[in-house]
């Protein structure tokens, strides 16, 4: 029987899904007013969410295989969160941000998103609208 070969090794390091994941979460909280990792998310029960602000906790999902073009996120993950969220004193608004084939998307949930808007209608019709420059 004839030996197995050496395998080379590979000219470049690989980076691990963690490392992209962990810059893909500093990357975040920077780009938030107020924003902050969680530190040891999802290692311990009261360590939820990825990124934190006053208002909002953000789950952070990032697809970093070469080519992909599709994510898979399971009503599961997206209940699992808001749940998450609201239970997080003061109640925070849950977000998702996804990031795949090098571009970032943030989600949320309907009710969040008419509430904001609801709010946003309500200011105007106090206030007016913003002084032009």
């Known amino acids: 029987m004839s030996p197995i070969p050496d395998i080379p090794p590979v000219p470049w390091k690989e980076r691990s899904t963690s490392r992209h994941a962990s810059a893909s979460e500093t990357k975040g909280a920077r780009s938030i007013t107020g924003g902050r990792r969680q530190p040891a998310s999802g290692a311990f029960r009261h360590r939820r969410g990825d990124i934190l602000t006053p208002t909002k906790l953000i789950e952070d999902k990032i697809k970093v295989k ?4 599709s994510f898979t996120m399971s009503a599961d993950v997206l209940e699992k969160t808001a749940a998450e969220a609201l239970a997080t004193p003061p109640g925070l608004v849950p977000e998702w ?9 943030r989600l949320k949930r309907e009710d969040d998103s008419v509430h904001a808007d ?13 002084p032009e420059e």
Do not use: C, D, H, M
């Not at 070469?66 to 073009?69: D, S």
């Not at 941000?97 to 998307?105: F, L, S």
């Not at 609801?118 to 913003?130: D, I, M, V, W």
């Open 66 to 69: 070469p080519g992909a073009r």
């Open 97 to 105: 941000r996804v990031t795949i084939a090098g571009k970032t998307y």
């Open 118 to 130: 609801n709010t946003l209608a309500e200011y105007f019709s106090r206030f007016g609208p913003l």
